[in-house]
Each structure stands twice: as C-alpha cells, then as structure tokens.
C-alpha cells in the first residue's frame, strides 16, 4: 500500500514564527502536493512538485514557499506564520503514468497559529 | 479556469434511502473526473475516475456517472458507514494539477 506520512499531526505555532511543515512518501511518485483545507473553500492546491528540485506555484503560493531534495520528500515552509493561515494541511502525491491518475493523501496537519 | 460545484452541500439520509449527490464541471479539456471520500480528521481517499461522457463505475453501494457537465454520485441503500464528506475534482489534459469542489457531507441515520 502507498503511505504517505506527515511529520505532524496537530502543531500550535505564534505568529511570525517559521513553519516546517514535512511529507513523505515511500512509493517513489515522482508528483507530490501541498494543500489547504478550509470550511467552505474544500481542498486549494499551495505548491506541487513534478521532481527533485522542481515545483510550480498552485491556487494560493502567497506567504508560503517549498522544498524538493529528495524524491520521497516534499516540505512546506511558512516563512512567517500568520493567523490567516491556521487550516488544515494536506500532502499528496501521484505516478505520472498511473492512468487512474489517483493522488493518495497523507493524513494532514491541523495548524493553530496563535 | 477550472471550475467544480458540489450539491448539495449537506445530505441526511435513513439507512437504505437511495439518493445521488451532484457534481458540476466546466473545464478546458478533460483528462479525468474524480470521486474521493474524506473522513472526518483524515485526508481523502480515492474512489474512482471518469474519463469521458457516458462511462460508468461501481464500488459497492456506490455507483458514479459521467456526463458532459455534470457526474452524478449515487448511493444505493446506503449505511452509517458510508457517512462521510464526499469530494469530486476534475483535471486538465496535459496538467498534474487537480480542482477540487467543496465537498458534500453524508450522513446515514440508522
């Protein structure tokens, strides 16, 4: 089974504060994703990687950047917290050559910033 | 830009009240249309994908369709345990990125 992990499940973090936010996968998909999820708003995509060191901005990039280094590995950076940005976050990732094209989720990150 | 609507945005069904949910789409060129289940506290899990008018697919009591606009999510005699959010997404050709709507939360009263 594919799994895809995240480093945290619940985090409280004050504003202003830097935010490492960690996704793994063990499937070697070469696509992986950031989102957000908001009551009323569903799933809106921040950043996607298609490979190592390569990413492309989505819906909402703003306040937010990435990091690729390794496959397996795909990190969301807050650089500087605010509170507009407590949500829950999700991590996916997908083959480019499955024809289902399924993205499989992590479990997420509920964020509280304060 | 792509655009998908859910409705209803909330559904209270009796155990074994059939119903369907709606999902409306506009977009450029399709290369899928996806339904994913969300339980509550954890991320989506797939079901299936559609990738063109008139395909059809079944999982258990769940049955999805495909039309030029719009899919249809039925479900069949359902049961508590299918209560759950229930996401639809669609995807471009020749782009990774998904679009998702809102979702539509289930509930199955026993």
């Known amino acids: 089974d594919v799994k895809v992990t995240q480093s945290s499940r619940y985090l409280v973090k004050r504003t202003g504060e830097k935010v490492f936010l960690e996704c793994v996968q063990d499937m070697d998909h070469e696509n992986m994703f950031w989102y957000r999820q908001d009551p009323g708003l569903g799933l809106r995509l921040i950043y996607f990687?298609?490979?190592?060191?390569?990413?492309e901005k989505g819906d909402i990039p703003e306040g937010y950047s990435v990091s690729r280094e390794k496959k397996e590995r795909f990190s969301l950076i807050l650089e500087s917290a605010s509170t507009n940005q407590t949500s829950m976050y999700l991590c996916a990732s997908s083959h480019p050559r499955d024809t289902s094209y399924e993205q499989y989720f992590g479990p997420g990150t509920r964020l509280t910033v304060t | 830009e792509d655009q998908v609507t859910q409705s209803p945005e909330a559904l209270r069904l009796q155990e074994g009240e059939s119903s369907s949910l709606n999902c409306s789409y506009t977009v450029s060129g399709l290369r899928g249309l996806f339904w994913y289940r969300q339980d509550p506290g954890k991320g989506p899990e797939f079901l299936f994908t559609l990738y063109s008018a008139g395909e059809e697919k079944e999982k258990e009591r769940l049955k999805a369709t495909l039309t030029k606009k719009e899919s249809f999510l039925h479900i069949t005699a359902p049961k508590p345990e299918d209560s759950a959010t229930y996401l639809c997404a669609v995807q471009t050709l020749g782009y990774q990125k998904v679009t998702f709507g809102i979702g539509t939360k289930l509930q199955v009263i026993p």
């Open positions: 990687s298609y490979d190592v060191k390569m990413k």
